[in-house]
């Protein structure tokens, strides 16, 4: 409980960015057995309740982990299953001190099957409202699916009219799925470019299971303003010491690292070297509900596995909101509130 540990009140009163959290991961258990009834979608474990479901969120690769994600998103077919995933997402990072959070979604996922896409829009502006009234600043990042190129044109119409229709809901159009050089970027360069040109930002994902060249194709082909996951960049001292010069930042998301095998172990992640190097990071959560984590856990995970206390943490809080797509007087207010937490009175130290 927060008053016997003061580190956790700390990290949970600071005012935080979540700047990489996928709206069909962050579904919890009890939200997807009530979705999957009212729709007769089947879910991995659903027979043994919340607690099936919740065991099999549990993943021994990639591929496991995609078959999950993509029976959850079989759950959202109506404005009102996208609102409610919206405002229970929105609901649990207000708990934990996030007063900005920029949430990918996969529009085309739910189009192909039939959704329309004004059913769509609807349910992210309403729930995006709730959001609002709950102190918290809510902006999508519609994104693209590796190998599906022909998806790229539609995804940025749709975030073109979500944006129509709830000026600041889009923060920028993403791009994530599997990479590789069976899904080159050539045939989507010109949608990014003309994303660019409308005025949304670059926010791909990039440098999680390929390595550096990954990251620089993020960086010089899609020119990207922010990389979702990119640490695989520490392979290259060359790349991360161009990547801190241009201070393009990392959304970092270890939970999701060791439990899809990015790394072995928290311990083993790269972060505290990247840091070091002077690269721009923010820590987010990826899927929490599939992942078992929220955004207070990341944050005191790593203060337990690199030895952090107040200050690093307070620093990568800092980071998360100077990064975020929001407007300047926000930030500002923001990074003000952080700065008079006061700290707890004692740090952490080793956690089991």
């Keep these: ?26 579904i919890p258990p009890e939200l997807a057995l009530v979705l999957a009834a009212r729709h007769g979608v089947r879910l991995p474990g659903g027979e043994g309740g919340v607690q099936g479901v919740r065991a099999a969120f549990r993943f021994v690769d990639f591929r496991r982990f995609i078959e999950v994600y993509l029976a959850l998103s079989r759950c959202l077919r109506t404005v009102t299953d996208v609102r409610e995933v919206v405002v229970a997402l929105a609901e649990r990072v207000a708990a934990q001190g996030v007063v900005h959070a920029e949430v990918t979604f996969t529009p085309m996922t739910h189009m192909t099957r039939g959704v329309p896409a004004d059913a769509l829009i609807e349910g992210l502006v309403e729930g995006r409202a709730r959001a609002a009234e709950l102190g918290v600043s809510l902006m999508f990042v519609p994104d693209i699916v590796r190998g599906f190129a022909d998806q790229a044109a539609p995804t940025l119409d749709f975030a073109l009219a979500l ?19 069976e899904h080159p970027l050539g045939p989507v360069l010109d949608v990014f470019a003309r994303a660019r040109a409308e005025g949304l930002r670059s926010l791909p994902h990039a440098g999680e ?29 060359t790349l991360v010491a161009e990547l801190a010069a241009r201070q393009i930042p990392l959304e970092v998301c270890p ?6 095998g990015v790394v072995a172990a928290l311990g083993d992640h790269p972060l505290p070297r990247l840091i070091a190097a002077g690269v721009a990071v923010s820590l987010a959560t990826d899927d929490p509900a599939l ?33 975020a797509s929001a407007g300047p007087d926000d930030r500002a207010a923001w990074l003000a509130a952080a700065a008079a937490v006061p700290g707890p009175n004692r740090f952490i130290g080793d956690m089991p």
């Design 255 to 260: 939970s999701s690292n060791v439990a899809l």
């Design 291 to 323: 992942f078992g984590v929220d955004l207070v856990d990341e944050y005191l995970r790593c203060a337990g596995a690199f030895g952090w206390g107040a200050d690093e943490l307070r620093g990568l809080a800092e980071a998360s909101l100077r990064h």
């Design 1 to 26: 409980m927060d008053h016997d540990d003061p580190l956790r009140a700390f990290v949970r009163a600071l005012p935080k960015a979540e700047l990489h959290v996928h709206l069909e991961g962050s």
């Design 163 to 181: 944006r129509r229709r709830d000026d600041g809901a889009v923060a920028g159009l993403g791009l994530a799925g599997p990479e590789g050089d």
């Design 209 to 237: 299971f390929l390595g550096p060249p990954s990251v620089r194709a993020a960086m010089d082909e899609l020119v990207a303003d922010r990389i979702g996951h990119g640490v695989r960049v520490i392979e290259d001292a």
